[in-house]
């Protein structure tokens, strides 16, 4: 056995990239939910491909899997990897790009046979000339190998090939030194009832691992050492099923069923699949015929007295638009989640992006104000979706919870909460028909009485067209239209009282503030640590809360010289910035379906600082 000697690492980012067939996310799902097991912290980007079956080996089909774990605080899933594992010619060079200097490449051979080489616009084998001399090759014929562990289990071609990025994910196993008992158990549980998957997929990956340790083409395996995280019982989780989790506890926490309508759309499809496996919490799940139905269907049983809840993504939201001015108007509690993507129209469906803001801000015909809140990591989209409900149904308003695609698909270690710490919010239903009136307010909040459908004595009535100040019957005067447009805005309004203030993380007060809303909060904070510790006058304001803001956003802007406001659009909370608090915001944008990396927002710091 070729000698061996073993290297200590701070972080690693490692890329599995492949034709979208080749199983990558798999592979990258199983090494993040290992390497969380053994404690490191650690944050993913699956980067699925644009088309949902381009042809096999072209460069529109590749599928890839990031991941960036290490002993320390990990925000982003790296703006470069040092490891790229390619599956065949055209995962090269899609991500060669994103390949540090010097990095290693283990690449599977087969893949670049002469057929390969043409789909992905080769004119000569990158493994055979000299343009990767300036990174670390290892050539493996993964398919070969994997062909060969399984040489006698008579299984078809098929069946073999799609087994070997198993043997891919056992080699990283062993380069850094991560078990296999955690796969192992997944793939006995997962193919229980398929004995010839179930051996296959276990072969090769021990097959992979054994590679590793017998081949004398690699000298060197890593360890990475846990992370020194918070004490407390973990779980890797992504940010649709944070999202799926936060909702579910806040209808436990506020004893209400939870009812969740909802169309399928990329990306947010994954909070529907799994609240549909929760019955046994109370949680109905009805997939809708169409985007106008799911949230029609969830009003309908916020009426009836449960938790409703949407889910979507920008076009639609785009749908739900008509059915979001009745939620308004009727006055009833609902969480509407968008997962935001690539737009206009169906743009980049697999592409992560934040341009639906002023969507979820303004999006609808007439007054109609609404909430709006946004997570900032995939396990914050737990807390955010909380915040939504406890707001709904505090306020008796719908509630726009902002996510994306980086973020829904992104995973992230998630410090599971102590549920009897979480707040009550549960509801009052009124009940007292002496007393009762659709739309007499709460003098504190001006939400309007909540009244479940059969309760003797609270027959009303709703609709979209315009209430009765109090009554809640049809009305057209003007003055009555008027003063009914101006309590629901007041009413969003007053949720200020009921929110944090906004914190500033660094000086409160100095040369360089950078806002960030959403999943730029990781690269943001990545690059604002970077400059303080060379010193510089930098800080960070994250908002949850975008509508209303925090009564303190104003004073803490005028605190700083300069503000940054980092956004994966064209530039939308900037706009909001500039015209509310009159300071002069500089936007800096990328639309290009990818998060920031921190060196983005580090240069940028940087020209700013400079040319103060």
């Not at 008027?482 to 944090?500: F, G, Q, S, W």
């Amino acid at each position: 056995m070729a000698s061996k000697s073993t290297q200590n690492l701070d972080e690693v980012t490692i890329r599995f990239a492949g034709d979208s067939g080749d199983g990558m996310q798999l592979t990258g799902t199983q090494f993040t939910n290992t390497t969380a097991i053994l404690g490191n912290d650690l944050s993913t980007l699956p980067d699925y491909p644009a088309e949902i079956r381009a042809p096999q080996g072209t460069l529109f089909g590749v599928s890839g899997f990031q991941i960036h774990f290490g002993s320390t605080e990990i925000n982003t899933p790296g703006d470069s990897c040092d490891v790229l594992v390619a599956m065949n010619a055209a995962a090269l060079k899609v991500n060669l790009t994103s390949l540090v200097d010097g990095g290693a490449i283990i690449a599977n051979t087969e893949g670049f046979n002469d057929k390969n080489l043409k789909l992905a616009g080769y004119e000569s084998n990158p493994l055979r000339d000299d343009s990767l001399e300036k990174y670390q090759v290892y050539e493996v014929d993964i398919t070969k190998l994997t062909e060969l562990a399984l040489q006698d289990l008579n299984l078809s071609s098929k069946l073999v090939d799609r087994s070997k990025n198993f043997f891919a994910l056992g080699m990283m196993y062993w380069m850094y030194n991560r078990p296999l008992e955690p796969t192992l158990q997944w793939i006995n549980e997962k193919f229980a009832k398929k004995p010839e998957i179930r051996e296959a997929n276990s072969r090769v990956l021990k097959a992979g691992w054994n590679f590793g340790e017998t081949t004398e083409i690699f000298k060197v395996r890593y360890e990475v050492a846990p992370a020194k995280l918070k004490p407390g019982r973990y779980r890797n989780i992504t940010g649709n099923q944070a999202t799926a989790w936060g909702l579910m506890a806040a209808a436990s926490k506020a004893r209400l069923d939870l009812f969740l309508g909802s169309y399928p759309i990329t990306p947010a499809s994954d909070i529907l699949h799994e609240l549909s496996i929760h019955k046994n919490f109370g949680v109905k799940t009805f997939q809708a015929e169409d985007e106008i139905a799911g949230i029609t269907s969830a009003i309908g049983a916020s009426f009836a007295g449960a938790l409703g809840a949407t889910t979507t993504s920008g076009p639609g939201l785009a749908l739900k638009t008509e059915a979001l001015g009745l939620a308004v108007m009727v006055e009833l509690p609902l969480v509407v989640v968008n997962v935001q993507r690539g737009g206009p129209s169906t743009g980049l469906p697999t592409k992560t992006e934040q341009a639906d803001l002023l969507q979820a801000l303004y999006g609808r015909n007439g007054e109609a104000p609404i909430p709006v809140v946004a997570a900032c990591t995939p396990s914050d989209c737990f807390n955010a979706a909380f915040e939504a409900s406890r707001i709904a149904i505090k306020y008796m308003t719908p509630v726009i919870c902002l996510t994306d695609g980086y973020l829904g698909n992104g995973s992230e270690p998630w410090l599971i909460p102590d549920v009897n710490a979480l707040p009550d919010i549960s509801p009052t239903f009124h009940t007292n028909p002496d007393t009762f009136m659709p739309y007499l307010r709460d003098e504190a909040t001006l939400a309007r009485p909540w009244a479940i459908p059969g309760t003797p004595g609270l027959e009303h009535r709703i609709g979209g067209i315009e209430k009765q100040h109090q009554t809640g019957n049809v009305n057209y005067e003007p003055a009555n239209h008027e003063l009914m447009i101006k309590l629901r805005a007041e009413k969003v309004e007053r949720i200020a009282n009921d929110i944090p203030a906004a914190e500033v993380d660094g000086d409160p007060k100095g040369t360089l503030l950078v806002v960030g809303w959403g999943s730029t909060y990781g690269a943001i904070r990545s690059a604002v640590l970077k400059h303080r510790a060379a010193g510089h006058s930098v800080s960070h304001l994250h908002l949850r809360h975008l509508n209303p803001m925090p009564k303190n956003v104003g004073e803490i802007l005028s605190q700083f010289k300069l503000v940054l406001v980092p956004e994966i659009n064209n530039g939308q909370l900037v706009k909001v910035l500039r015209s509310r608090y009159l300071v002069p915001a500089v936007g800096l944008n990328k639309i290009q379906g990818l998060p920031f990396k921190a060196v983005e927002i580090e240069r940028k710091i940087e020209e700013m600082l400079r040319s103060y």
